[in-house]
Every structure is written in C-alpha cells, then in structure tokens.
C-alpha cells in the first residue's frame, strides 16, 4: 500500500509544480490567467503578485511531499520521516482542494484535481 500511496502523493506535487509554473512562471500569458477565470490582462496585472506568491506556496509542498515519496522508500526511521511528509503535504493539498471545491460549482473540477491524488495519498499513506 506505501508503494501506491507514494505514486499518488508524487502525482499531487507534479500538479502542485504545474501549478507553481502556470501561477508563478506563465501568469501573465492570457491563456494561463484566462484559466483561472481572470478575464483581462488589467485583472491579472492586479493578481499577478499573489498568483506567484500562491505559485510558490504549491513549489513548496510539492517539494516536501517529494522528499516524502523519496524518504519513505528508504529503511529504518526515513521511512517515518517521509510517511509523516507526505501526510503533512498531501493533507495540506488535499484541505486546499476542499476549500476550493466551496467556492462553488463552477471550481469543482478544478478542486477535484487538487484533491483526489493528494486524498488518496493521504489515506494510503496512513493506511500503510
């Protein structure tokens, strides 16, 4: 189950790097902001700054979880370390999709790819 737990949660942070690029990288390209529903360069001039504060945010815990995945494939207490890792990111990832799946209907897809892998991470990663 750890083996399963460890391609979902490294699933969830290649999202959460993806993320970073088009937020903190793209932003500014109308294709990339029109994505997340700004519909003017003037809006996403405005976001720009916390769209790549937010991008960083997502480059971090994919980062932890990634290190997680890595860890909790050694022996002795790295397994500890990086189940405990990947339970921290994946939660915060999957808690993440949660608040955006109540900002409405029209985010639930959007929330669905945040939170499905990093919920399955995370409850295979306890599970194991």
Not at 3 to 16: N, R
Not at 37 to 48: E, L, V, W
Not at 66 to 75: N, T, Y
Request: net charge positive; hydrophobic share 60%.
């Amino acid at each position: 189950m750890l083996i399963a737990a460890q391609i979902f949660a490294a699933v969830a942070a290649v999202l959460h790097v993806l993320f970073f690029v088009l937020e903190s990288v793209l932003w500014s390209r109308p294709a990339v902001y029109r994505r997340f529903g700004i519909a003017s360069q003037k809006d996403a001039d405005t976001m720009q700054l916390m769209a790549y504060n937010q991008g960083f945010y997502n480059l971090f815990l994919a980062i932890g979880v990634l290190i997680g995945v890595v860890l909790a494939g050694l022996d002795g207490d790295q397994i500890v370390i990086g189940k405990t890792l990947m339970i921290f990111g994946t939660g915060c990832m999957a808690a993440a999709g949660a608040v955006l799946a109540s900002a409405g209907a029209s985010k639930f897809r959007a929330a669905a790819i945040q939170f499905v892998p990093a919920a399955l991470a995370l409850v295979l990663t306890a599970a194991s």
